[in-house]
């Protein structure tokens, strides 16, 4: 129920928008994260939204470079990455927390109940 779509090669530097709707469920119950992963490496915390939008939490890596945001009309949340680096390189997964946000930790994967197939991108030097 989620589809994750946006990623694709682009030099660094630049950048991208990655979107994730959620359909068959209220979008606006869920706190939406986004994680990654490398090849060999670990899933990586991105960032997270709350459900309203107010809240925002991102990963050290990717702070001030990206924006995670929600159109709850749209059922889609977003990821904006700017100054792309080549070590940004991975699949992107969208994920959804039926939770309060004070319940939630956002670095948490286990605390996410429905992942998204993921979309790859990659940011070449």
């Known amino acids: 129920q989620l589809q994750a779509s946006g990623g694709g090669l682009v030099q660094a530097g630049g950048s991208l928008r990655l979107s994730c709707a959620l359909s068959?469920?209220?979008?606006?119950?869920?706190?939406m994260g986004w994680f990654r992963q490398a090849p060999g490496k670990e899933r990586e915390f991105v960032a997270a939204?709350?459900?309203?939008?107010?809240?925002?939490y991102y990963g050290d890596s990717v702070k001030g470079r990206f924006t995670i945001s929600r159109d709850n009309a749209k059922n889609t949340v977003y990821l904006r990455m700017n100054s792309l680096k080549p070590e940004d390189t991975a699949v992107y997964y969208c994920?959804?927390?039926?939770?309060?946000?004070?319940?939630?930790?956002?670095?948490?994967?286990?605390?996410?109940?429905?992942w998204g197939q993921g979309t790859q991108v990659t940011v070449s030097s």
């Open positions: 994920a959804a927390a039926r939770t309060d946000w004070s319940s939630l930790a956002p670095r948490d994967s286990t605390g996410y109940s429905y």
């Open positions: 068959g469920r209220t979008f606006s119950n869920y706190a």
């Open positions: 939204i709350s459900w309203s939008g107010t809240i925002t």
